[in-house]
């Protein structure tokens, strides 16, 4: 039989911001792992291409790169 799994956060809908994927842990049991939002990135005001040499994080991750990674 299938093993029933919930989330673990208080949010119990299925939108974009709550995907999860199923994790088998060392003990045998399936859990929801959340799984954070792809990053665009950013892009060029004029033409929407990708400004190379800068990653694609989310907006919060820049805070944690140097000043010459983000530029």
Do not use: F, W
């Amino acid at each position: 039989m299938v093993q029933r799994v919930n989330y673990r956060r208080r949010l119990s809908y299925n939108t974009k911001s709550n995907r999860v994927r199923i994790s088998k842990t060392p003990g045998g049991n399936l859990r929801y792992l959340h799984v954070k939002k792809p990053a665009k990135g950013p892009r060029c005001g004029d033409c929407g291409l990708a400004l190379s040499g800068i990653p694609a994080l989310r907006p919060r991750e820049y805070t944690r790169l140097n000043k010459s990674q983000k530029s």
